[in-house]
């Protein structure tokens, strides 16, 4: 779920020109992250993450330079109830009380189109690694975004549960997890 998170960040790449490597950060008044859990094609589990953090080193002219990390607080998920909460940061699941946090470190991003970009990096959730792919897009005025005004964007990408140790056990959801960023980013 954490790596969907991380693929919203890369959407920030599309603004155009401005200066090599200007450091953004996820404005949190407005960027959710979220995760999508679905059993034969219904969605069985939705869900936020309430705290998280960000860096993007952003180079709109090349943005195969940029960098992006994201680190999300697995215990921070709200999932509908306390219950769901509970069992979803449980050890059968993402563990938070042994693995408080999860990360996405950016290996390449590549321009896709205009306004979209695709990054591949790290996923990192209860102390195992699988490279991941995400797809962002930039959602607002790139002029203003050029100037330094928040980059509006949304990013989206999925992991297979089992690869990383989630719900072993676990037969109530299928094993792939979207997860969803959307969102502004500031300087």
């Known amino acids: ?14 603004a155009g020109p401005a200066a090599a490597q ?3 950060r996820f404005d949190r008044a407005s960027t959710e992250i979220s995760f999508v859990a679905r ?3 219904a969605v069985v589990a939705t869900g936020r993450f309430e705290r ?14 940029s960098r992006i990390r994201v680190t999300i607080e697995t215990g921070s998920i709200k999932a509908g109830s306390a219950l769901m909460d509970g069992f979803i940061t449980g050890e059968s699941m993402l563990d938070s009380a042994h693995s408080p946090t999860a990360s996405f470190n950016s290996a390449s991003v590549i321009r896709t189109g205009e306004r979209s970009l695709q990054i591949g990096g790290q996923l990192t959730i209860r102390s195992v690694t699988h490279p991941i792919m995400v797809d962002a897009v930039v959602d ?4 203003k975004a050029r100037r330094g005004e928040k980059l509006p964007f949304h990013a989206s990408g999925s992991f297979m549960r089992p690869a990383f140790g989630i719900g072993r056990d676990v037969n109530v959801v299928d ?6 960023i959307k969102g502004q980013l500031s300087r």
């Open 1 to 14: 779920m954490l790596y969907r998170l991380s693929v919203a960040i890369f959407a920030l790449f599309l």
């Open 22 to 24: 200007a450091t953004w």
């Open 39 to 41: 059993r034969f094609g």
């Open 52 to 65: 998280y953090d960000g860096t993007l080193a952003l180079d709109f002219d090349q943005p195969e330079k």
């Open 140 to 143: 607002g005025d790139l002029d």
């Open 175 to 180: 094993d792939l997890v979207e997860i969803a």
